[in-house]
């Protein structure tokens, strides 16, 4: 996949753009993502338009909270088979007119033959455009524009808003169904207090990215994989409030049957089913006892399926 992104390269081919700010990949984006794809059979070569998700501001709480990060987001994409992404900071193109990112935007960078949006995709100056206004726009510049209509999990309307309520709820399983792949994320190994290896259940540490979603603090059933190998594991969620000392949110992952050094490694986690909520122990002693019980419980959730 090539990255237009901060480059001066125009593809030379035309292309079929997928748009969005895909902060999920959900089933929804994926949708759209496809009827890109599908140009393919024209001689058409698939892209992506989106945005830097931590750019992106909003009403309310003044930014978007990724659910993927820009490294797994490009991962994604390449493997769906998207040929060219262009991922811009959403302040770079934040004033353009409607028109101006049909012209500049679509035609003038991404050389489209075909623009695929959502019907709630909006763009220009203020958000003010949807698809009934890229279509009148782009007819002139010979580009083809596909409104690819709401998709439903059920009765349920696939949306990045209620995939991040359901994350931050801890209703995980919920957040995996609307997702299509298992919540995740990809980050280094970092040092921490060491106090697992002292009770027998040695830990890694990861530190969330700013304005990453961040699961309800608790303890989940996961999936932990590091350099091609995966293994069953329990990763808590939150501030570590037993041994104090945490201000940022941190996730401790306990990889079952694993031993070895993983400093400097970067780990994916998956997080597969809600176990318990965080909470404090007495010491390191009853922390050590519900440990095993949570293990217990993941082997149970495991045979079960999860």
């Known amino acids: 996949m090539i990255d237009l992104t901060g480059t001066n390269l125009v593809p030379k081919e035309k292309t079929a753009a997928a748009l969005g700010l895909f902060d999920g990949l959900h089933i929804g984006h994926r949708e759209v993502v496809k009827r890109a794809l599908a140009f393919s059979d024209k001689g058409i070569s698939p892209a992506v338009f989106t945005f830097e998700t931590h750019t992106v501001t909003s009403k309310g709480d003044g930014g978007v909270d990724a659910i993927l990060s820009r490294e797994l987001k490009f991962e994604f994409l390449e493997k769906l088979g998207v040929r060219y992404v262009y991922s811009p900071d959403f302040n770079v193109i934040r004033d353009f007119s409607a028109k101006e990112f049909a012209e500049?935007?679509?035609?003038?960078?991404?050389?489209?033959?075909?623009?695929?949006?959502?019907?709630?995709?909006?763009?220009?100056?203020?958000?003010?455009?949807?698809?009934?206004?890229?279509?009148?726009?782009?007819?002139?510049?010979?580009?083809?524009v596909v409104e690819v209509p709401p998709v439903k999990l059920g009765d349920e309307v696939v949306s990045s808003t209620r995939i991040r309520t359901y994350i931050r709820d801890g209703e995980i399983e919920k957040a995996n169904a609307l997702l299509g792949y298992e919540f995740q994320f990809l980050l280094p190994v970092v040092h921490g207090n060491?106090?697992?290896?002292?009770?027998?259940?040695?830990?890694?540490?990861?530190?969330?990215?700013?304005?990453?979603?961040?699961?309800?603090?608790?303890?989940?059933?996961?999936?932990?994989?590091?350099?091609?190998?995966?293994?069953?594991?329990?990763?808590?969620?939150?501030?570590?409030?037993?041994?104090?000392?945490?201000?940022?949110?941190?996730?401790?992952?306990?990889?079952?049957?694993?031993s070895g050094d993983l400093y400097g490694k970067?780990?994916?986690?998956?997080?597969?089913?809600?176990?318990?909520?965080?909470?404090?122990?007495?010491?390191?002693?009853?922390l050590s006892t519900q440990i095993a019980s949570d293990i217990n419980k993941a082997n149970e959730l495991m045979r079960k399926g999860k």
Do not use: M
Not at 121 to 128: C, L, P, V
Not at 270 to 285: D, Q, V, Y
């Open 104 to 144: 500049k935007v679509l035609k003038g960078k991404l050389n489209a033959a075909a623009a695929i949006c959502g019907s709630d995709f909006r763009f220009g100056f203020g958000g003010k455009a949807g698809p009934d206004e890229l279509k009148s726009l782009c007819e002139p510049l010979g580009i083809e």
């Open 194 to 258: 060491e106090l697992g290896r002292t009770i027998n259940f040695p830990t890694i540490n990861q530190r969330f990215s700013e304005r990453q979603a961040v699961p309800r603090f608790g303890v989940y059933l996961s999936r932990t994989e590091i350099d091609g190998k995966a293994w069953d594991s329990i990763t808590n969620i939150g501030i570590k409030p037993t041994v104090g000392g945490e201000v940022s949110p941190l996730a401790e992952t306990h990889i079952i049957g694993f």
């Open 266 to 286: 970067t780990a994916r986690v998956s997080l597969r089913a809600f176990i318990r909520p965080e909470k404090k122990f007495s010491g390191l002693e009853s």
